[in-house]
């Protein structure tokens, strides 16, 4: 089992920058990608970014050039930090995980709720 613990969400201006962590903890080694995801209101959950094992980042249309994701692995802590945001980025944001040993798996952290106020 692998848990996922998100934090660094909150209120912000538009324009402004926050920095998302997600603690992972467990049977880390089995894990061969880490992500964010995002949920607005009555929408569907989406991609911001992800990134593999081996440092590859790749991100959403909506959000290159102002999101960038990455990994400190002595810390088992995935970031996401988000700079030049708008009003349009406020959703709950997911840290994700997946495992493709043997057949796919995928973990979640609870959320963290990102408003960006105009």
């Known amino acids: 089992q692998v848990q996922l613990v998100e934090s660094g969400g909150g209120l912000v201006q538009a324009g402004g920058s926050l920095r998302l962590s997600c603690v992972v903890s467990g049977n880390i080694y089995i894990i061969d990608a880490l992500g964010w995801y995002r949920q607005a209101p009555g929408k569907e959950r989406e991609v911001a970014a992800d990134i593999s094992v081996a440092g590859r980042a790749t991100y959403a249309e909506s959000v290159k050039g102002r999101f960038t994701i990455s990994r400190d692995s002595a810390q088992n802590t995935v970031y996401l930090q988000m700079n030049s945001l708008r009003p349009e980025d406020t959703a709950v944001y997911y840290c994700?995980?997946?495992?493709?040993?043997?057949?796919?798996?995928?973990?979640w952290g609870q959320g963290t709720q990102v408003t960006v106020s105009s």
């Open positions: 994700n995980a997946v495992s493709y040993r043997g057949r796919k798996t995928t973990y």
